[in-house]
T-cell receptor, first 114, second 109 residues
Framework: DTAVSQTPKYLVTQMGNDKSIKCEQN?????MYWYKQDSKKFLKIMFS???????INETVPNRFSPKSPDKAHLNLHINSLELGDSAVYFC?????????????FGAGSRLTVL | GQNIDQPTEMTATEGAIVQINCTYQ??????LFWYQQHAGEAPTFLSY??LDGLEEKGRFSSFLSRSKGYSYLLLKELQMKDSASYLC??????????WGAGTKLIIKP
């Protein structure tokens, strides 16, 4: 039973299209995240939600819009895709933000923009 | 700015010991994490240090010196399956995780 599941695993699309990535966790965690990992392998936080409320919103283009319908789900919608959006997007969850809260990651969604 | 430095790549021999270093400069400190990431897979948690000293967990140990802004991950009795990237991450004063770019460890027979 997958703890953090995200779909789709692979996404190939044209510039200018709109796409969504879905994420669900069954760990009962309060906090969920979206990370972007580029070709240089840096993991960059994009957004974080705690109990459906946005708590971290890094400087990402407003073409990226997260949505958390409940604390077990955090989806990412991307409008007007650009070449630079090509990356692996990881969803993650943790019990909270403070302390030794370990992140559990989903398997990643590899987005390729042509 | 905030910065995490790790070597880009290291090579070691099966059965040997390897030490992966991490130095950090962050605004505040609320713990340091090591994660392992196999190619094409998600990062998985290895260790957490918040106080100075050595934490041992089986073949893996992690050390922290807060005064030096320094940590290392020690892997003993290396196995081929240990070939992966090892990511160092520090929680800053806002409890935000700052990640290093990772160290790609190549294990040779």
């Amino acid at each position: 039973d997958t703890a953090v599941s995200q779909t789709p695993k692979y996404l190939v699309t044209q510039m200018g299209n709109d796409k969504s990535i879905k994420c669900e966790q069954n760990l009962g965690h309060d906090t969920m995240y979206w990370y972007k990992q580029d070709s240089k392998k840096f993991l960059k936080i994009m957004f974080s939600y705690n109990n459906k409320e946005l708590i971290i919103n890094e400087t990402v283009p407003n073409r990226f819009s997260p949505k958390s319908p409940d604390k077990a789900h955090l989806n990412l919608h991307i409008n007007s895709l650009e070449l630079g959006d090509s990356a692996v997007y990881f969803c993650a969850s943790s019990q909270a933000v403070t302390g030794a809260n370990v992140l559990t990651f989903g398997a990643g969604s590899r987005l390729t923009v042509l | 700015g905030q910065n995490i430095d790790q070597p880009t790549e290291m090579t070691a021999t099966e059965g040997a010991i390897v030490q992966i270093n991490c130095t950090y400069q962050t605004s505040g400190f609320n713990g340091l994490f090591w994660y392992q990431q196999h190619a094409g897979e998600a990062p998985t948690f290895l260790s957490y240090n918040v106080l100075d000293g050595l934490e041992e967990k089986g073949r893996f140990s992690s050390f922290l010196s807060r005064s030096k802004g320094y940590s290392y991950l020690l892997l003993k009795e290396l196995q081929m399956k240990d070939s992966a990237s090892y990511l160092c991450a520090v929680k800053d004063s806002n409890y935000q995780l700052i990640w290093g770019a990772g160290t790609k460890l190549i294990i040779k027979p």
